[in-house]
């Protein structure tokens, strides 16, 4: 069982930039960015597929958002830049093992291991 924590998050003002972090316990392939915010369903933020050099990002956070990740230390990296209001919301980490011929970036059931989750908050 991997295990994933995150961490990083907190309280800027808006233009401001984040840096989350997600350490996993072990090696996965895939791994993602979602957030939640109050009253709102989980979306995709940003994933990323090492393996064959791919990274994908939603339509609200490209050009601000940049994910990457250090293999040697099994962790991801969400730089987030121009922080807006909206992008107040709980982050989660998320990771798949294997190289799936189709990979659905923003399907959270395709993901099968998640971490708890660290609190942006964006003020105007």
């Known amino acids: 069982q991997v295990q994933l924590e995150e961490s990083g998050g907190g309280l800027v003002q808006a233009g401001g930039s984040l840096r989350l972090s997600c350490a996993a316990s072990e090696r996965t392939d895939i791994m993602g960015w979602f957030r939640q915010a109050p009253g709102k369903e989980r979306e995709f933020v940003a994933g990323?597929?090492?393996?064959?050099?791919?990274?994908y990002y939603a339509d609200p956070v490209k050009s601000r958002f940049t994910i990457s990740r250090d293999n040697a230390k099994n962790t991801v990296y969400l730089q987030m830049t121009s922080l807006k209001p909206e992008d107040t919301a709980i982050y989660y980490c998320?990771?798949?093992?294997?190289?799936?011929?189709?990979?659905?970036?923003?399907?959270?059931?395709?993901?099968?291991?998640w971490g708890q989750g660290t609190q942006v908050n964006v003020s105007s």
């Open positions: 990323i597929w090492s393996t064959i050099s791919t990274t």
């Open positions: 998320a990771g798949h093992r294997g190289a799936p011929k189709l990979w659905r970036w923003a399907l959270p059931t395709g993901y099968e291991y």
